[in-house]
């Protein structure tokens, strides 16, 4: 069965520094999209960021890009420039392109930025 | 355009009681999905639907859990005779085409059962 580990609950960070949360996940197939995303308070999930397996390249999106290792099944979040709006719980979540429709997700790391 | 809408907000209901929980997508999305997540957890899937196919009811933890999708639009997921257990927030998403599409989020709907 496919699995998403998040191996840090919670993690803190000061304001405008960078911090990176992990994720490693479990899937037998090649071809794949990983995904980060938001849950602030309000509850809302918010797609972050979006990484197609066949992409060598890190996905970027402003302050937000992640570090993809394949081979490793690794998928790590990087926020640089962090900001006090960026506090929130954030998920990993796996979609294999040729299974199953879901979304599998980790457990969440719950992120606090200080100021 | 308009997200994803859920409704209602929040629920509280009496042990035993049948609730019905309200999704639209976003227009001209194919694919609706519901999920659950318990409190300090990540999302649980339940139900998939995609246009006019069979939905993939494979995360429904119990028969008193069903969920239908009218006019390839709104959906409605019922719990029937609820329990304390169900009491979660029950997140709906909605995607422009299943398998490459990436999933947009409602605001969920908290369930509590006393």
């Known amino acids: 069965a496919q699995t998403v580990t998040q191996s840090q609950p919670e993690m803190s960070v000061q304001e405008a520094e960078t911090v990176t949360l992990s994720c490693t996940y479990d899937t037998s197939e090649n071809n794949y999209y990983l995904f980060w995303y938001k849950q602030p308070p309000s509850r809302q999930m918010i797609l972050v960021i979006r990484q197609e397996a066949y992409k060598q390249q890190n996905a970027t999106e402003n302050r937000f890009s992640v570090n993809f290792q394949k081979a490793a099944k690794s998928f790590s979040l990087k926020i640089s420039d962090s900001q006090l709006g960026d506090t929130a719980m954030y998920f990993c979540a796996h979609h294999d392109q040729g299974g199953s429709e879901k979304l599998v997700f980790g457990k969440g790391t719950k992120l606090t930025v200080n100021p | 355009g308009a997200g994803v809408s859920q409704s209602p907000s929040n629920k509280v209901t009496e042990k035993g009681k049948d609730v019905e929980l309200r999704c639209d997508p976003i227009?001209?999305?194919?694919?609706l999905y519901w999920y659950r997540q318990s409190l300090g957890q990540g999302l649980e899937f339940l139900i998939y639907?995609?246009?006019?196919?069979?939905?993939?009811k494979s995360g429904l933890p119990s028969d008193r859990f069903s969920a239908e999708r009218t006019g390839g639009s709104v959906s409605t997921l019922t719990i029937q005779r609820t329990q304390q257990e169900d009491s979660a927030v029950y997140l709906c998403?909605?995607?422009?085409?299943?398998?490459?599409?990436?999933?947009?989020f409602g605001p969920g709907t908290r369930l509590l059962v006393l």
């Open positions: 227009s001209g999305h194919t694919a």
């Open positions: 639907f995609q246009g006019n196919s069979a939905p993939d």
């Open positions: 998403a909605s995607s422009l085409e299943s398998r490459v599409g990436t999933q947009y």
